[in-house]
């Protein structure tokens, strides 16, 4: 049975940081990608990282560029996503996929392409 356990979410004001985690069980995932969405918005890729890659290939959207970091503990196969300087416009649902295939670069990594999704945890930022 897959399973992604997420968690970390909480309530941070503008400026805080938080880190979510997602565990991947059941499943021999090769990409990991970190979504997010908002009321009324539509899903957003936010990173995502290969699991078996040598040099820990990660990409991360131009809007959380320099300030979100995705990475991996090869032990466990867990995926973080370290989250720094939070704005109000980072608030959303943020959500864990896996995927087999290599969906982390070029036009790829969109939601519709990963086939195992977490239950999600809600990310509050107030200003």
């Known amino acids: 049975q897959v399973q992604l356990v997420e968690s970390g979410g909480g309530s941070v004001q503008t400026g805080g940081s938080l880190r979510l985690s997602c565990a991947p069980s059941?499943?021999?995932?090769?990409?990991v990608g970190w979504f997010r969405q908002a009321p009324g918005k539509e899903r957003e890729g936010v990173a995502c990282?290969?699991?078996?890659?040598?040099?820990?290939?990660?990409f991360s959207a131009d809007s959380v560029k320099g300030r979100f970091a995705v990475s991996q503990d090869r032990a466990t196969n867990a995926v973080y996503l370290q989250m720094n300087n939070l704005k109000p416009e980072d608030t959303a649902t943020y959500y864990c996929?896996?995927?087999?295939?290599?969906?982390?670069?070029?036009?790829?990594?969109?939601?519709?392409?990963?086939?195992?999704w977490g239950q999600g945890t809600q990310v509050t930022v107030s200003s």
């Open positions: 996929a896996a995927s087999g295939d290599y969906l982390c670069s070029g036009g790829y990594f969109e939601a519709g392409r990963f086939a195992y």
């Open positions: 059941g499943f021999s995932a090769t990409s």
């Open positions: 990282i290969y699991l078996l890659s040598d040099d820990d290939y990660t």
